[in-house]
């Protein structure tokens, strides 16, 4: 199916980083303005799941690759019910989308959705100035009359920071609801939403665990209320030092010695509730290429990230938690970035990177086996 985009938009449009350094470009998907943290992904493909991770909550992602939207937008691919990016930046974005199973071009979803992007602007150079002075608060503007430079660079400045933003709640369900497991259901799980992806039960219901899905609100009580093999927390976005009521049910668990695994924010609330404390990145981890060892294997994987912050642990000593000893599993080796931990006397872990791997890679699909095989050995 190929679907047009009606020409490349005319409406001017100007991006605003908060120290001050402007793009003038044109207006991608709705017309307005919009605030948050400017982030850059480097994957080529998947951009699709990349708007509709709810971890990607008030950022502005610029893409790296130089041509996005060439395969459209479909209703089988998004991780959620909404795209959350709070802005979107390319470079050239596609005419004319074309793929078979497109149904609408990626600009009349963006403007369907009410989301501001610009483009035109050399995505390159915005990006090596982000690796050089750090993820910052920016400012898309769009529109024929745009206020002046100083007005725009005032309302940056005065938009919030990602540091201290607690957003769980903001896009976690409301509401308990339950994915049936895939054939015969072998585990119940309890999963935690803190901004979980759609494919992320999907793969533990391909492994026979039926998984309910519960609010970040979540208490201990609610969570043994469905009678769980296993306990599960999501990725999600913000600032896991303002996580302290996800840490302290993350504690109940542990101190039943519940099978338990952790993605992404779940990781770093693994590593609060293990003691170790949380940091923000200059510029983070996000994209479908970054490279990380599985130190319990030796194995290197290519993994699919989008986190800012990361969990302050030692990586070359085993470390006595109040839940018993605990080691970095996991490293990034492109910067020695803990990547995952694991208890060594009771059946926990977690990963900082997305392992349901959707739009890819899939190196990392064996952690849910892991998962199902600290049940397996919990109930033997």
């Known amino acids: 199916m190929t679907t047009s985009t009606r020409g490349t938009s005319k409406v001017p449009a100007v991006l605003v980083l908060e120290d001050g350094r402007i793009f003038r470009g044109r207006a991608y998907g709705a017309v307005g303005e919009t605030f948050g943290e400017a982030v850059f992904s480097t994957g080529m493909t998947g951009y699709q799941e990349t708007l509709t991770d709810p971890s990607y909550h008030r950022q502005v992602v610029v893409m790296t690759a130089p041509h996005v939207g060439n395969t459209g937008v479909n209703d089988e691919d998004p991780e959620s019910g909404r795209i ?5 930046v390319v470079r050239d974005p596609a005419r004319v989308s074309s793929n078979w199973r497109a149904q609408r071009s990626l600009d009349e979803e ?28 920016v400012g898309i503007f769009s529109g024929n009359a745009l206020p002046d430079e100083g007005t725009m660079l005032a309302e940056v400045r005065q938009a919030p920071e990602m540091k201290g933003a607690d957003l769980a709640a903001e896009v976690a369900t409301k509401e308990t609801y339950v994915v049936p497991a895939i054939g015969t259901k072998k585990f119940t799980v309890a999963a935690v939403d803190l901004g979980i992806k759609g494919m992320t039960p999907h793969r533990m219901a ?15 009580e609610d969570i043994y209320a469905v009678q769980p093999d ?3 927390f999501s990725n999600g976005p913000g600032d896991p030092a303002t996580a302290d009521g996800p840490v302290s049910v993350m504690k109940a668990v542990l101190e039943r010695k519940t099978p338990l695994f952790g993605i992404c924010f ?3 609330i693994l590593g609060r509730a293990l003691g170790f404390g949380t940091y923000k990145l200059k510029y983070g981890h996000r994209g479908i ?7 319990t294997t030796g194995k290197v994987e290519v993994t699919a990230h989008n986190h800012g912050f990361a969990v302050d642990a030692p990586l070359d000593k085993v470390s006595d938690t ?14 020695q970035v803990v ?5 060594l006397d009771q059946p926990a872990f977690s990963v900082q990177y997305h392992p349901e791997a959707a739009a890819g890679p899939h190196d990392a699909a064996y952690l849910f086996d892991r998962f199902v095989a600290l049940m397996e050995a919990e109930r033997a």
């Not at 009410?114 to 990006?127: K, Q």
């Not at 109040?322 to 910067?335: T, W, Y």
């Open 230 to 232: 296993g306990v599960f």
């Open 266 to 268: 779940g990781n770093q």
């Open 289 to 295: 290429n970054q490279p990380v060892q599985d130190r």
């Open 339 to 343: 990547e995952g931990l694991q208890l």
């Open 84 to 88: 959350w990016v709070s802005g979107y």
């Open 110 to 137: 963006l403007r369907n959705q009410g989301v501001v992007g610009i483009s035109g602007i050399d995505t390159r150079a915005l990006t090596r100035h982000l690796r050089e002075s750090g993820a910052m608060r």
């Open 206 to 220: 391909e492994r026979g665990i039926e998984v309910h899905v519960l609010p970040a609100t979540a208490t201990a």
């Open 322 to 335: 109040p839940f018993g000893r605990a080691e970095v599993s996991h490293v990034c080796l492109n910067d």
